[in-house]
């Protein structure tokens, strides 16, 4: 019998009413003939909203409470699911993370998945049952605490549990029809992908595109498992997530889709000492803080000064953390001031195409300059191109920039179903 891993997202468990319609939705896959193991988020915006708050009674909780904490939204919602699917008449048992034996390294808050134990799901499947597991969270192999793997991650549970069982698909059910040419609530116009490389959903989820957790993409090609991402509120076909097998697709757009991001900020230091080592003394001050940087641009040093400027950005969460590091060595690396800014967007433009096509940056570049939107970093990959803008033109950046590449649907708005975007 064919084994099918479903994931349903929060905007789909947003309260009783979609619960029972989700359970309706696994029951139809059990009775179409179908093995049936379902990963499921934290209901609506419950995640988000047991961090406001864990913030509102201590400004830096614990990681381990904090886990503990987080960890509890997935639970309500697995409980729930099997509720409702026992009341159809079927039996379903749910199992925590731990339970469900997704072992982690010990790293609270981010952790990774480093081994899948699935017996007891196995176990549970041959009984004939319906297996709903809660995504999110697994237990590290270390330490025996419980960990969660990051904002997004119930994703990633899904495909390491489809690798784990060998599942035949691995679905991801959410609030939108697949995977768009932009974010649909921003771009109406945005167009759905049929089918895209698992090399630029890469790239598209590392530049924001939060629609799959870039984990899960990495853990996909790992494993060689399929995605398939679809709309829990319709029965469309969605976007396929796909291997190539070494070759470029010759009948893929030469552009896959256009990112952006709201969660970085921008830190520069203002007169640095244009001399070897510097810039080694600053990053070495901020990995030392296991913060992870993304772009960094450096001035040319002003002839009369010998002194140069050196921007770069990192994520918002860990901003006030790097300024205070970079304070603290102010006097012995000797640069003269610190500039903390969070009013910063980015926007990405991705495509395996850019490989063998020229000239797309120069069209990028001049969409934004037809819009007046000023550019403020670039950086780029072999198959990406990413400017940093003001946070205020960034959703009209990324549909001039849309428009530019002839990205637009012909037909009809793309539609969104649920959630808030939270
Ligand atoms: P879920 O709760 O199902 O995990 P998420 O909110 O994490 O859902 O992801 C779905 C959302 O991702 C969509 O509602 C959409 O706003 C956003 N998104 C961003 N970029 C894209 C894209 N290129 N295609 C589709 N959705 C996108
Ligand atoms: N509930 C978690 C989050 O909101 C995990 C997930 O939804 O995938 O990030
Ligand atoms: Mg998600």
Redesign the pocket.
């Known amino acids: 019998m064919p084994l099918v891993v479903q994931k ?5 468990l947003a309260d009783a009413d979609s619960i029972k319609r989700v359970a309706r939705r696994i029951v139809d896959t059990r009775k179409a003939g179908n093995r049936v193991c379902v990963v499921v ?1 934290a209901m609506g915006d419950t995640t988000d909203e047991l961090l406001d708050l864990a913030d509102a009674v201590s400004p830096d909780p614990p990681e381990r409470e904090l886990d503990m904490l987080l960890t509890a939204g997935e639970r309500m919602s697995m409980a729930l699911v099997s509720m409702a699917i026992a009341n159809l008449g079927d039996s379903a048992r749910s199992f925590t993370g731990s339970q469900a034996g997704v072992i982690t390294d010990d790293v609270h808050g981010r952790a990774r998945i480093i081994d899948v134990t699935p017996g007891r799901i196995t176990e549970a499947l041959d009984a004939g049952h319906i297996v709903i597991v809660a995504g999110f969270q697994g237990v590290s192999q270390n330490t025996k605490e419980i960990t969660t793997l990051g904002r ?1 991650g ?2 990633t549970t899904a495909v390491a549990l489809a690798a784990a069982l060998k599942a035949d698909v691995c679905e991801i ?4 029809d ?8 921003i771009v109406p116009t ?1 167009r759905k992908i049929d089918r895209i490389t698992n090399e630029e959903m890469q790239e ?1 989820a590392a530049s924001g ?3 799959l957790m870039l984990r899960c993409v990495e853990y996909a090609r790992r494993f060689g498992m399929p995605i398939h991402v679809r709309s829990s509120f319709s029965h469309r076909e969605g976007t396929w997530v796909y291997e190539t097998q070494g070759e470029d697709d010759v009948e893929a757009p030469i552009i896959a ?1 256009v ?1 952006h991001d709201r969660s970085e900020a921008k830190i520069t230091v203002v007169g640095v000492s244009d001399s070897p080592g510097q810039a080694a003394s600053i990053f070495k001050a901020i990995a030392e803080q296991q913060i992870n940087i993304d772009m960094i641009v450096q001035n040319v040093s002003a002839i009369a000064t010998g002194r140069t400027d050196v921007s770069f950005t990192l994520p918002k969460t860990d901003g006030q953390r790097a300024v205070r590091v970079l304070q603290s060595v102010k006097a012995e690396l000797g640069f003269e001031q610190l500039q903390y800014d969070d009013q910063i967007g980015k926007l990405s433009l991705v495509g395996s195409g850019m490989r063998s096509h020229p000239g797309v940056s120069a069209t990028l570049f001049q969409a934004l300059a037809d819009s007046g939107i000023n550019i403020e970093m670039i950086s780029t990959s072999e198959i990406r191109v990413s400017v940093v803008t003001r946070d205020d033109q960034l959703d009209n950046a990324v549909r001039a920039v849309h428009t530019a590449f002839g990205l637009d649907a012909a037909d009809g708005e793309a539609v ?1 179903y649920g ?1 808030s ?1 939270r």
Do not use: L, N, Q
């Not at 349903?8 to 789909?12: A, Q, V, W």
């Open positions: 349903y997202g929060g905007s789909s988020s997004g119930s994703d059910y959410t609030d939108v697949g995977i768009f040419t932009a974010d649909p609530r945005a598209m595109a939060k629609v889709g990112a969104v959630g975007g």
